[in-house]
C-alpha cells in the first residue's frame, strides 16, 4: 500500500522549483494562526465548562442564600467531607435540546416560596446585574414563585425535574433570541447555545423549592472582531517577514544554486568556465559547494589538459617508427629486385626495430592505462621483505643495491605490486645511467613510511628535472628510453595515496617515496 501510494505521488508530483517551495512553505507557516482557529473549538468548550462551573459556584451561593431565609429553617451543624462539584457538559457529546418552552399554567404558589422570595429577590437583582444570568425561584411543584410568570410551572423541563429530586442537573439549549452578528460564527458551536442549571432549595433535609438559573457561554469570536486592527496588522506584518525571508534565502541559496548549475553546463559542454565565486550571503553549505565545484574544475581542467598533452605526445612518439617502417616498406616495394641481400636485412632490421619500438611503447601505455584505473585501496604489503627480493635481483657485480632498514619496518597500504614496479623501475634507471651503487634507505614517520633512493651516477640536469616525470620525456631515447616508466610510477602511487618526488642532491640522483601506513588507512573515518 506504501509503494503504491508512493508510485501514485510520483507520477503526479508537480515540478516546482526551489522559490515556489519556499514561498510555499513561508506561506503555510504564515497561514498556520488562522488555521489554528479551527482548533480553537477545544478552547470553546473550556469555555463552556467554565461558564457552567460559574452558575454552579453562583447557584449555591444563592440556594444557600434562600434557604436560610426559608421560613421554618432551622440551622444545623454540616457534618461530612467537603467535595466539589464538576461541571457535566461536554460540547462533544452532551445532548443539545430544544429553546426552553414556555411554562405551563398550573395555580397558586407555595407561601412559603413567596416569603422567602420576597427576602432574597434584591439579591437574585444585584447578583444579576454582576453575572448576567437569569435567575428563577421555583416552589416545591416547580412553580414560578415571582414576576410575571408567577404560579406557571418548569416541572416538566428534565434539569427541573432532577433538581426537584434532589439532584443538580444542567441542559444545553437553543437560543432563540440569538442573532448572528459576526460572519466567522459559523465556526462555533456555542455562539446560539445557553445553559441552563437547575438547583434544589433545601430546607431542613427537604426540597423546598429549585433555583433555575440560564446564561449564554462567552463569544467565541467577538475578540478577533474587537482587535480586527491588530489582528491586520499582525498578519502583515508576517507577510512582510515571509517576503523578506524569501528574498534572504532566494539570494543565499536560489540564485548561487543557479549560477552553479549555469557553470555545470558550460563546462560539461567544454567551454571555458570562469569558476564563480563564493557567494558572500550564500549559506556554509553553498559556499562549500562553491568550493567543491572550483576544486573539481580545476582537477578536469587538469585532466584535460593531461590528454591533451598526452594525446599530442603519443602521436609524436608514434610517428617517427611508423615513418621508419612505412619507409622501409615503400623502398623494398620499389627497390627490391635491384637491392642487394645485405641492403635488404638493413632495411627490415630497421623496420623490426622500429616496430619493437611501437611494441614496447604500446605495453607501456597499457601499464599506465592500468595505473590511472587503479581504484585507490587499502591492501597492505610488507615492504622489508619486497625491497630485500629486488637488492637480490638488482645486485651483479658491477651494480649494488645496499638496504639501510630499521628494525620492525611496518606494513605499508600499498600493493606489493606497485611497491616492486616503482622502486624496481627507479633501481633499473640508476643502474642504465651509469650508476655503480644504489641505496635505499627506510625512515618511520608518525602516519607514513618514507624510503630515500640515492645512487652514485651522473644525476639529472637540472633542465630535466621539472619534466622528468612527465609522460614521453627521455633522456636516453636513444637507447630505447620510452618516458613512460616515472610516469608510470607516479600514476601507481597516486592510486595508493603514496608519493614520490625528486630530490636535491650532490651527486647522483635522489628520490623520496612516501608510503601510507596500513594503521593510518584504516583508522580514517570512511
Request: hydrophobic share 50%.
Amino acid at each position: 500500500m506504501i509503494a503504491w501510494a508512493k508510485a501514485l505521488a510520483k507520477r503526479h508530483w508537480p515540478r516546482l522549483g526551489l522559490r515556489a517551495i519556499l514561498l510555499s512553505i513561508f506561506i503555510l507557516i504564515a497561514l498556520l494562526p488562522g488555521f489554528g482557529a479551527l482548533f480553537l473549538r477545544v478552547y470553546e468548550n473550556t469555555l463552556v465548562r467554565q461558564t457552567e462551573s460559574e452558575l454552579i459556584a453562583e447557584s449555591a451561593a444563592l440556594a444557600a442564600a434562600t434557604a436560610v431565609d426559608w421560613p421554618g429553617f432551622v440551622p444545623e451543624r454540616i457534618i461530612g467531607s467537603y467535595q466539589p462539584e464538576p461541571p457535566s457538559i461536554d460540547l462533544r457529546g452532551s445532548a443539545i435540546l430544544p429553546e426552553r418552552p414556555a411554562p405551563a399554567a398550573v395555580g397558586p404558589v407555595d407561601p412559603a416560596a413567596r416569603a422567602a422570595a420576597a427576602r432574597t429577590g434584591p439579591i437574585f437583582g444585584q447578583t444579576t446585574r454582576t453575572t448576567l444570568a437569569s435567575v428563577l425561584l421555583l416552589d416545591a411543584h416547580g412553580r414560578i414563585v415571582s414576576g410575571p410568570l408567577a404560579g406557571r410551572s418548569y416541572a416538566a423541563l428534565p434539569e427541573v425535574a432532577a433538581a426537584l429530586r434532589g439532584a443538580p442537573a444542567t441542559t444545553l439549549r437553543r437560543n432563540a433570541d440569538y442573532h448572528r452578528i459576526f460572519p466567522v460564527e459559523w465556526l462555533s458551536r456555542s455562539a446560539d447555545l445557553r445553559l441552563h442549571h437547575a438547583r434544589p432549595i433545601l430546607v431542613n433535609g427537604r426540597v423546598a423549592g429549585v433555583l433555575l438559573l440560564s446564561r449564554s457561554p462567552p463569544a467565541l469570536y467577538m475578540g478577533l472582531y474587537a482587535d480586527a486592527g491588530k489582528i491586520a496588522l499582525g498578519f502583515a506584518i508576517i507577510l512582510g517577514i515571509v517576503i523578506v525571508l524569501s528574498g534572504m534565502l532566494s539570494r543565499g541559496i536560489v540564485r548561487p544554486i543557479e549560477r552553479l548549475g549555469a557553470a555545470t553546463r558550460d563546462l560539461a559542454r567544454g567551454a571555458a568556465v570562469d569558476v564563480p565565486a563564493q557567494p558572500e550571503m550564500a549559506a556554509i553549505e553553498i559556499q562549500a559547494l562553491y568550493a567543491d565545484f572550483a576544486v573539481m574544475a580545476a582537477a578536469i581542467e587538469r585532466r584535460s589538459r593531461y590528454l591533451r598533452d598526452f594525446a599530442h605526445a603519443v602521436s609524436h612518439e608514434f610517428k617517427t617508427p611508423l615513418a621508419g617502417i612505412r619507409g622501409a616498406v615503400e623502398l623494398l616495394q620499389d627497390h627490391h629486385a635491384t637491392m642487394s641481400d645485405a641492403e635488404r636485412r638493413r632495411f627490415l632490421g630497421n623496420a623490426a626495430v622500429d616496430a619493437e619500438r611501437l611494441a614496447l611503447l604500446v605495453t607501456r601505455l597499457l601499464e599506465l592505462a592500468r595505473a590511472d584505473m587503479t581504484p585507490a585501496g587499502s591492501e597492505a604489503a610488507a615492504l622489508e621483505p619486497a625491497l630485500r627480493r629486488l637488492a637480490d635481483a638488482y645486485s651483479v657485480p658491477d651494480f649494488t643495491v645496499v638496504l639501510d632498514l630499521p628494525p620492525d619496518l611496518p606494513h605499508v597500504s600499498v600493493p606489493a605490486a606497485t611497491v616492486e614496479a616503482v622502486v624496481g623501475n627507479l633501481i633499473d634507471n640508476s643502474r642504465r645511467a651509469g650508476a655503480r651503487r644504489c641505496t635505499i634507505a627506510a625512515a618511520i614517520l608518525a602516519d607514513h613510511v618514507r624510503l630515500g633512493i640515492a645512487d652514485d651516477g651522473p644525476g639529472i640536469a637540472p633542465a630535466d628535472r621539472a619534466r622528468l616525470f612527465e609522460p614521453f620525456f627521455t633522456t636516453r631515447r636513444a637507447e630505447g628510453g620510452t618516458g613512460l616508466g616515472l610516469a608510470i610510477a607516479r600514476s601507481l602511487l597516486d592510486a595508493s595515496r603514496a608519493t614520490i618526488r625528486l630530490e636535491e642532491s650532490d651527486r647522483g640522483a635522489r628520490f623520496a617515496l612516501e608510503f601510507p601506513r596500513e594503521e593510518a588507512i584504516s583508522g580514517e573515518a570512511p
